[in-house]
């Protein structure tokens, strides 16, 4: 049988690294099987599924390279033979209500009317008496006489699905072997809510067997869910998919990911300057590895070492430092077209080096691009070639107020003004000379030139960066520094 695997966001928030980790195994166990990874939108949720978050969605994927095989798309249009792939338009067409209607009538599933105060009642009662606080099915075993009454008074209902109070619910997962559940310890669950809509686990049961799953790829705060929708496929008969349920993230401090921790919007780590495929590459790492612990992947070589015997148990810790290295790492990597085409965006952004062309302006970000980052970065660090200089304080000085300073401002801009070649090699040998010539160490001229044309006490490489900036430029801020000395 050919693997189905799918990534069910509900749309309640944005896209977020836990999602994007799963909608990534689950992609990686799809392309390493040869099989199909669809995406289903699980917005059964009326009051807090937006149409903003299903954006996200879409784009979180798409920037992350996460191309889904099957399911909708932004512009409306969809691919395979399952849509809609809404789980809202498919509850609007009916689809769920006759599984419904069928539970009801084998007697599988009822009519409860208890209130949301007296449901909290009931809460409230079992922690006094120390009793995990489960629905107890007061309304289990109500008569098709009391329900008729209770409906005559405008009681509203949800549907329950009876859950069975003997015996075991068990299934093997792919990480985690064989999982157990007491079928005392579980609730009869809502499977419909009063509005009619299905409820979370009762709607991808129905639509994970009618879209073929063969395989359930989740987070592990999933593995609750599991014994419900397990008896659920049983009453319905049917075979369930092979479930595998991935382990949490934690902080580095070793508490569940939160916001604190980086746990954002994908969209926000491409807003911060981290490239899709070291986003994935790390992610990737979190909950799972290689046999001999590779970190770096080159293109396509995730989808051909993935392995989920290859997924660990344990929390896997996202550590923003380790990412941030790695996006320097990817960066390094990147050619002189694909450097310039990831860092133009955010040069734009910053309102600098307009009208520049693309030839001078990949020279430029092509001087430090061993120092980058993030691309978020790399306008502040290019910012001088193109816009006046700022001086700050502590480089005016440490720098400008030594006493040869003024020295060899005056000594390079003479030297310099008359130059007929403004190349790299040509202006270090000319400011090396001066040095020599004058008694003064190669540090005393560097230091101040340096600052006096980009108003910075490190960067790139002195020569390359004074040829880039270009010799009227040069001499110009050369005259300009003199006031600080």
Known sequence: MKTR???APSPTGYLHIGGLRTALFNYLFAKKTGGTFILRIEDTDEERSTQESVKAIFEGLTWAGLKWDEGPFQDGTFKGEHSPYFQAERADQGLYKKYIDYLLDKGLAYKCYCTPEELEEMRQQAAKEHRPPRYPGKCRNLTKEQQAELEAQGKKYVIRFKMPTEGETVFNDLIRGEVRFANKDLYDLVIQKTSGYPTYNFACVIDDHLMGMTHVIRGDDHISNTPAQ???????????PIMA?????HGPDGTKLSKRHGDTSVLEYKKQGFLPQALINYLALLGWSTSDSQQIFAKGELEQKFDIA????SPAVFDTVKLTWMNGDYIRQLSP????????PFIDEAGIAKGV???TLTKVILLEQEKYKTLKEIPGLIEFFFNPVKYDEEAINKVF??????????LMYERYKDLPA??????ETTARQAAKENALKTGQVFHPLRVAVSGRTNGPTLFKMLEYLGKDLVLKRLQDVLKYC
Do not use: N
């Open 5 to 7: 695997v799918r990534f």
């Open 357 to 359: 062309d693309e030839d």
């Open 245 to 249: 349920h991935l382990s949490m993230i």
């Open 422 to 427: 403004f190349e790299a090699t040509v202006l």
């Open 230 to 240: 397990i008896q659920i496929y049983k009453a319905l008969g049917w075979e369930h």
């Open 337 to 344: 077209k694909e450097l310039y085409e990831a860092a133009k």
């Open 401 to 410: 107020k030594t006493p040869t300073a003024k020295q060899a401002i005056e």
């Open 310 to 313: 290859g997924c660990q148990k």
